[in-house]
């Protein structure tokens, strides 16, 4: 009670074009944020990869991120399709945490596009995960990647965090 909890998943959608949402246990207010779908004829084969840390704010040298910042970080590795000269990453399956708040807010995960034709950064009004001063919070994510193989952390709280991300997997195109 009285927390602000997200979550990921991945749910089919029924044959009205609906999904169902539920709450067990008593009252609550529900967000719900769509990130992308499947299709049966995807463009895009699930790979799974050896768990590896990408990225942990607390051993590097800019440390913690701050309040209303965004670290931008590369999130696969650089294979392209040497024809086209494009990634071959098309998004990750990374799980994102949180700790050491000195606030509470929200950690938003999302593609970089703010290079694709000099166009400016804008965060979604959506989180990745939500967080109380003093916390540490985890949750999957899968940023779409543009051809640079880029995400966005954004901290949208009103104090600094470390931020750690941890890849279990790559969605490849072909």
Same mark, same amino acid.
């Given at each position: 009670?009285?927390?602000? #909890? ?44 050896? /768990? ?37 990453? &098309? ?16 950690? *938003?995960?999302?593609?970089? &596009? ?7 950064? *804008? ?13 540490? #919070? ?7 990647? /543009?051809?640079? #193989? ?25």
């Amino acid at each position: 009670g009285g927390q602000t #909890v997200a979550n990921a998943a991945i749910v089919p959608v029924g044959q009205d074009g609906y999904i169902d949402l539920a709450i067990a246990g008593g009252p609550a207010r529900l967000i719900a944020d769509v990130y992308g779908y499947f299709t049966p004829n995807g463009a895009s084969a699930y790979v799974p990869a050896f /768990p590896y840390r990408l990225f942990d704010s607390r051993q590097t040298p800019n440390g913690a991120l701050p309040a209303g910042y965004t670290y931008l970080i590369g999130a696969a590795p650089d294979i392209t399709d040497f024809e086209s000269g494009v990634s071959a990453f &098309t998004a990750a399956v990374i799980n994102t945490t949180v700790t050491r708040t000195t606030a509470g807010g929200y950690l *938003t995960v999302f593609p970089d &596009t703010s290079d694709l034709g000099n166009q400016p950064l *804008t965060v979604p009004p959506t989180s990745t995960l939500n967080f109380t001063p003093n916390a540490t #919070v985890a949750d999957l994510a899968l940023p779409a990647l /543009p051809q640079d #193989v880029t995400a966005d952390f954004y901290n949208g709280s009103s104090g600094p965090l470390q931020l750690i991300v941890d890849v279990s997997g790559y969605f490849i195109a072909g």
